[in-house]
Nanobody, 126 residues
Framework: QVQLVESGGGLVQAGGSLRLSCTAS????????MGWFRQAPGKEREFAAG????????NYADSVKGRFTISRDDPKNTVYLQMNSLKPEDTAVYYC???????????????????WGQGTQVTVSS
């Protein structure tokens, strides 16, 4: 019984910023790598950002690199996605996920993640 809840989505104009939060209940993810994925209407789910257990390594899709920042606050059992310079193509439902317990790190592979949140809608207007 692990539950992830995303929040912080909404409607923003192109060039604006949003900060997404993902909080976990049922189990701490302080010792788990985390990721953010997104799914636009009619599109496949795609990787946005990942962060390792220690937070020492972050990974980003090329499409968001330089604009998005993933971070974690383990005492709060929360992972964040700071999104700046938003573009209309960033419009999607954003999901956070808990990576499986493995020494292998393939942040862009959704099959490696064990738990998923319900998603939060981000809409960027032009």
């Amino acid at each position: 019984q692990v539950q992830l809840v995303e929040s912080g989505g909404g409607l923003v104009q192109a060039g604006g910023s949003l900060r997404l939060s993902c909080t976990a209940s049922g189990r701490t993810f302080s010792n788990s790598a985390m990721g953010w994925f997104r799914q636009a209407p009619g599109k496949e789910r795609e990787f946005a950002a990942g962060i390792t257990r220690s937070g020492a390594t972050t990974n980003y899709a090329d499409s968001v690199k330089g604009r998005f920042t993933i971070s974690r606050d383990d005492p709060k059992n929360t992972v964040y996605l700071q999104m700046n310079s938003l573009k209309p193509e960033d419009t999607a439902v954003y999901y956070c996920a808990v990576y499986g317990r493995t020494i292998l790190w393939y942040p862009g592979d959704p099959s490696r993640y064990d738990y998923w949140g319900q998603g939060t809608q981000v809409t960027v207007s032009s």
